[in-house]
């Protein structure tokens, strides 16, 4: 009885171990419905740690079990028990049940532990950042519109909030999408260094909000300019504010820096095209701050 005890207990726990590994598995590939297999697989694996520890205690260390405390008779046989204790020396190799018992236990602590770990990866690369900073953006690029239409200069009109795209790269890169807007020349104010990057007062700037990296979705235009502040691009998620004459300072919210410019250009054909690389790193700042500006290499 104590025997299919002991290999009930072993098996439980490699039933665990295996859950827990088919745990990391799901999480590393992020299968379809990953939620539900994760919940499925974490849970089987402390189903069976629990079975295997509740078999332990009702087999292995009954309640009912009476400890008898006595001394060993002396050795009848001394040269018979010598060779004994030799021939088990002899045999320490050998598999047994308590080895099983204990690498079961061991592989079952290790895999659970390894799954509790896991999602701690979810946080974000911790060695390697470089996703952080790269940019579909370079020279030259044309700007498309969602149907991936190139955007025209002489069709960005003042008062009208354009979203664009990098022509031929992949739209879900977080430095992929822009905002883009017309402005009268005379209205801008660019910070040092970027004379030339507003053709036709036409600006383009990251959609993503600095604060927590929600999209930029509302344009404020004033109705009586002389009574209102001028226009702003808005983050309707936490209301930071943005002046796009100024180089899309914060001027509301929560925001701690501007919106990343994108120089632009208009090539022979009137499409607006990108002159370079942002003017500072793309979304919300990691660890505090932000110091490295996006490459598309």
């Known amino acids: 009885m104590k025997r299919r005890a002991e290999l009930g207990i072993a098996f439980l726990l490699l039933g665990a171990a295996a859950c827990a590994v088919m745990f990391l598995v799901v999480y590393a590939l992020g299968w379809p419905h990953m939620t539900q297999y994760l919940g499925l697989c974490l849970g089987a694996a402390l189903a069976l740690l629990a079975a295997a520890l509740i078999l332990t205690s009702a087999k292995l260390f009954p309640a009912d079990a009476e400890e008898v405390v006595e001394d060993y008779p002396p ?12 021939v088990l020396s002899d045999a320490g190799g050998r598999f047994t049940r308590k080895r099983l018992l204990g690498g079961a236990a061991t592989a079952a602590g290790a895999a659970l532990g390894a799954a509790l770990l896991a ?31 190139p955007l025209r200069a002489a069709e960005i009109e003042t008062e009208t909030f354009y979203t664009a795209y990098p022509e031929n790269a992949y739209r879900e890169e977080l430095a992929a999408p822009l905002v883009v807007v017309r402005l009268e020349p005379g209205e801008l104010e660019m910070p040092a260094g970027r004379k030339g990057w507003t053709p036709e007062g036409i600006v383009a700037y990251s ?15 004033p109705r009586f300019g002389a009574a209102e502040p001028g226009p702003a691009l808005v983050c309707p998620c ?39 690389e942002f003017s500072g790193p793309v979304g919300p700042a990691f660890w505090g701050v932000r110091t490295r500006r996006p490459s598309s290499s």
């Open 238 to 276: 936490h209301y930071s504010t943005f002046d796009p004459a100024r180089g899309a300072e914060v001027t509301f919210g929560p925001a701690g820096r501007p919106l990343p410019q994108l120089p632009l250009l208009v090539d022979s054909k009137g499409d607006l095209r990108a002159a370079g």
């Open 119 to 149: 999602p701690a990866a979810s946080f974000g690369p911790f060695l390697d950042t470089k996703s952080f900073y790269y940019s579909p953006w370079r020279r030259d690029r044309r700007l498309v519109d969602e149907d991936g239409e």
């Open 75 to 86: 050795t009848e046989h001394p040269m018979d028990q010598h060779e004994a204790d030799q």
């Open 207 to 221: 959609k993503i909000c600095t604060h927590a990296g929600c999209a930029i979705a509302l344009y404020r235009t």
